[in-house]
């Protein structure tokens, strides 16, 4: 007898770098520059990545403008490097009211909203969204946003985890303060909400204090959805302790296995189940008619990343806080720089360097290939993506282009999500109503 070995389906989302003018100079993006303040680009990729039945679209964001190069804001501000940027809040809310099954993910650092305020915010847009909502919990990493919020600086790396933990705890009761059946709505009684069933949570801790209940009410999920991103060894730690789906950036299909297996392994320490946390790899699929197409245009991002390194310097340098401006670009970086900031990213970027310039690393590096090289037609980016999730184990990837447009989304929607559909490794309709049940419906 035949024996056919169903694939395993995997999960998608979308990384999209916040509601701002970000593929600016870019092609196909139209007037980005006169319309990037009105959110209709957005609402048609959360439309959509809908239709293609993604898990998730996630909004990343920073609160700050990048002044790591040379000390100045100008390379940032001239070429739209995170900035301008709205807040998500609000195109998350708008996201959520044109659609009705995909996640939608804003990202809020622990640095810059009171837990209070936070958990209330996340309730509100759970219940708008009918159980769609989902946060990107970071810890924020860039002194200058820091100095926004009135501190010198960010705390140390691995304390602003510890923060973070604590943050998680007060959050999780305030989400828990109204227990289930809380509402009753009873229009005979004329009762709306027992309020013996809302109890405040009296949180005293080291970092934070809130007496509670929350005033929102409860979140259709329990809680939102928590999205984690910091890599480094307490960032999977945090992660493994909250987190219901991780974005990693990992270099080959070796080491995103390497990563994934360890966040499992944290969370079975956790006494979690590893199932219950989806980890997703960063990939920018590089999508042609033909597979000389599909190289074309791969061969044309990775000389516009060589031609634009300075950008990429400063790119770079906002999230580490380091100004590689002052660096001789056709030397190595020095050994001595360190960085209180993304730990993860610099340790990559010195695998990846091996005594090579910063200008020779710098145009393969957080650019183009991202976690595995994908460039070609729908159907071989399909079978790549399936190999790479056998060796890897699971649990899917994140999409993270630079160029958004309508030509980009059109091209995953209707040539690469077919493609994974027609193989079985993607679903071709949601499973369920709220997010987290999607997340983990396989
Ligand atoms: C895929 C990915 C997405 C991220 N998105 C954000 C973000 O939107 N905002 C933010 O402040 N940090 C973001 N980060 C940074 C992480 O939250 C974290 O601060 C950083 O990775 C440093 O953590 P680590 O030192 O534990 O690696 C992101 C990181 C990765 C890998």
Not at 168 to 192: F, N, Q, T, Y
């Amino acid at each position: 007898m035949e024996c056919v070995v169903k694939a395993k389906p995997f999960h998608l989302a979308w990384f999209l770098q916040g509601s701002s003018a970000q593929a600016w100079g870019h092609a196909w993006t139209g007037h980005i520059g006169d319309s990037w303040m009105q959110p209709e680009l957005f609402l048609n990729m959360a439309r959509s990545l809908e239709r293609a039945c993604f898990d998730y679209v996630l909004l990343e964001d920073s609160s700050y403008v990048g002044e790591s190069f040379n000390g100045s804001t100008e390379i940032y501000l001239k070429n739209a490097i995170a900035v301008p940027r709205q807040d998500p809040s609000v195109v998350a809310a708008l996201m959520t009211q044109v659609t009705s099954r995909i996640g939608i993910v804003p990202t809020f650092g622990t640095y810059a909203y009171h837990p209070y305020l936070l958990s209330r915010l996340m309730a509100t847009l759970d219940q708008v969204s009918e159980g769609r909502a989902g946060w990107n919990a970071v810890t924020g990493s860039s002194d200058f946003a820091a100095m926004n919020f009135g501190m010198q600086g960010m705390p140390d790396h691995d304390l602003r985890y510890d923060m973070a933990d604590e943050y998680m705890e007060v959050c999780k009761g305030l989400w828990g303060s109204w227990e289930p059946g809380a509402i009753i709505a009873d229009r005979k009684s004329g009762v709306l909400v027992d309020h013996t069933k809302v109890k405040p949570v009296n949180y005293q801790g080291k970092f934070y204090s809130t007496r509670g209940p929350l005033n929102s009410g409860p979140a259709p999920q329990g809680q939102p959805v928590i999205a984690q991103a910091g890599g480094s060894p307490r960032g999977r730690k945090f992660a493994a302790a909250h987190a219901d789906t991780i974005v990693a950036h990992v270099k080959g299909t070796a080491g995103m296995k390497a990563y994934r297996d360890d966040v499992r392994k944290h969370m079975v320490a956790q006494g979690r189940n590893p199932d219950d946390c989806k980890v997703l790899f960063l990939i920018n699929p590089i999508l042609g008619e033909t597979m000389e197409d599909a190289q074309e245009r791969r061969r044309r991002q990775l000389a516009h990343a060589r031609e634009h390194i300075e950008e990429r310097m400063a790119h770079f340098g906002k999230v580490t806080n380091i100004d590689f401006g002052k660096f001789d670009v056709d030397q190595p970086l020095p050994d001595d720089v360190t960085t209180n900031g993304h730990q993860q990213n610099l340790e990559q970027y010195r695998q990846m360097a091996k005594g090579r310039s910063i200008r020779e690393t710098m145009a393969g590096f957080n650019n183009v290939d991202l976690s595995v090289e994908l460039c070609g037609t729908p159907d071989a980016i399909a079978a790549k993506m399936e190999e790479t999730m056998q060796e890897v184990g699971g649990d899917g990837f994140l999409f993270s282009m630079a160029n958004v447009n309508r030509r980009t989304l059109a091209e995953i929607e209707d040539g690469l999500v077919p493609a994974l559909q027609d193989r079985g490794l993607v679903r071709k309709q949601y499973e369920h109503k709220h997010f987290r049940d999607n997340l983990l419906a396989y």
